[in-house]
């Protein structure tokens, strides 16, 4: 009987931890996955403040930003890669860009002259 009862234990306590470690397992897969997908955001935001200062710095040389193939290059030099859409208008006063980055990041800059 106590024998029986032992064996019991140990199958009930086997099917407990791998329950929990399976669960466990899940949980950190799914926050990995989740902090991954944070990192590349932020990343992202940090590059897309950067060209916007840059741009702002160098307001008398927009001529020489070119938009293709998704990426935005100035003087021939990778700015931004993953630009799905890049607007420039330029007016006697103001500059107004249109920027959308991989769609997560749409924001309209201005300028002033």
Known sequence: MKNSFS???II???IISSIIIIYSTTYMKELFLENKQNQELE???INFKATKI???KNKD???KINFSNHNLYFENNLLLKDVKEFILNKSAKQITIYINLKDTIIQTWEFDL
């Open 7 to 9: 064996l019991f234990e």
């Open 12 to 14: 009930l306590t086997l």
């Open 43 to 45: 990343i992202d935001k």
């Open 54 to 56: 840059f741009i702002e």
């Open 61 to 63: 040389k927009l001529e």
